[in-house]
């Protein structure tokens, strides 16, 4: 399979909205390492945030794949990591800056966008974007956060097991469209439709079955 930037397109309302993940080749980050292995997930508020959503992501990730999670120290946001209009942030550069050897999830509030190649959209609005495999993915709250609080959290519990999928190694899932993996194709009502749940084939990938 050739490597490039794989949405999850998600519209809301007139805002066009994305959960995607990011090839390797991109940036040149290593691969992470699979769910038999435990790795410790550090949960990284990026800018100011509602100080409970990190608390929940980390319960979500928790519970889903037994993962030890890690609240570290809000960073701020900053210039070099602004998209070039100057009016959102560059996802792709956010996960360039925040590369380690640890495996992190950027939690913001902010708008986020990345270059969509295929519609040739330079600053194309995404609630999440993860490297498939990798160590880091970035999800903001920015465009799920005016579809009221029950339904905000139900999505951004779904976006950050995604993300994280995709740092595992998981590509986008064609064998259960009721599987967390799914490409949206373009409507908030795939994520809305989705089971908070990994079918068989991805549970396998990753070594969870």
């Known amino acids: 399979m050739k490597k490039f ?4 397109f998600v ?19 290593k691969k992470v390492n699979l769910v038999k292995e435990k790795p410790i997930i550090h949960i990284v508020p990026l800018g100011n945030i509602n100080k409970k959503y990190p608390k929940l992501v980390k319960s979500y990730i928790q519970g889903f794949y037994g993962f030890k999670c890690v609240i570290d120290s809000q960073i701020p946001l900053t210039e070099d990591i602004l998209a070039a209009s100057g009016r959102r942030y560059e996802a792709s550069k956010i996960l360039k800056k925040y590369n380690s050897n640890k495996n992190v999830l950027l939690l913001t509030d902010v708008d986020i966008a990345y270059f969509n190649k295929i519609k040739n959209i330079k600053e194309y609005g995404i609630i999440g974007l993860g490297l498939r495999p990798g160590k880091t993915c970035v999800v ?3 465009r ?28 986008h899932c064609n064998y259960d469209r009721e599987c967390l993996m799914n ?7 795939q994520i809305d439709r989705e089971r908070v749940w990994l079918c068989d084939n991805c549970q396998r990938i990753i070594g969870m079955k």
């Open 5 to 8: 930037f794989i949405p999850l």
């Open 11 to 29: 519209f809301i309302i007139v805002i066009v909205s994305t959960v995607a993940q990011l090839s390797p080749n991109e940036l040149s980050f």
């Open 140 to 142: 903001s709250t920015f």
């Open 144 to 171: 799920i956060k005016n579809a009221g609080q029950k339904k905000l959290l139900d999505r951004l519990k779904k976006v950050s097991i995604h993300e994280v999928g995709h740092n595992l190694g998981l590509d």
């Open 183 to 189: 490409d949206a194709r373009g409507t908030v009502k």
